[in-house]
């Protein structure tokens, strides 16, 4: 498998946050990848800096959002956005450097519906 940083995905993403309830998210320390040869189901995938990596390498917490090449760039850019929104839905208010799953306690669920509100949102703005 193979990974490139991914400029354009990058500004998109800094496109996004103002628009929607992401203020917790600090675009600098989000980090876009875009990888070929990967075998996963998914279109894109979060990736966290777990705390015991944050404090050895004594860093803040930061995020890496992957796009799967094969997967992620037929998409129409409706689609690479709800994607977008989707992974970024799983960075939690307190951008410690966890994740959050798709059904949370008591939580916003992760899953379409919800994804499909916000991108309503992004393209009202």
Not at 51 to 64: D, E, N, S
Request: glycine share 4%; net charge positive.
């Amino acid at each position: 498998m193979d990974f490139n940083l991914a400029p354009d995905i990058k500004k998109r993403i800094v496109k996004i946050l103002p628009k929607l309830p992401f203020n917790h998210i600090d675009s600098e320390k989000i980090v876009c990848f875009r990888s070929q040869g990967s075998k996963a189901r998914a279109y894109a995938r979060i990736w966290s800096l777990p705390t015991i990596w944050q404090k050895a390498l004594k860093i803040k917490p930061h995020y890496c959002i992957e796009v799967i090449s094969e997967k992620f760039d037929h998409l129409s850019e409706e689609n690479q956005t709800k994607i977008l929104i989707h992974e970024l839905m799983h960075i939690p208010k307190t951008f410690s450097g966890a994740l959050l799953p798709h059904r949370g306690r008591g939580r916003v669920k992760i899953d379409n519906r919800t994804v499909n509100k916000l991108f309503n949102i992004f393209f009202k703005k």
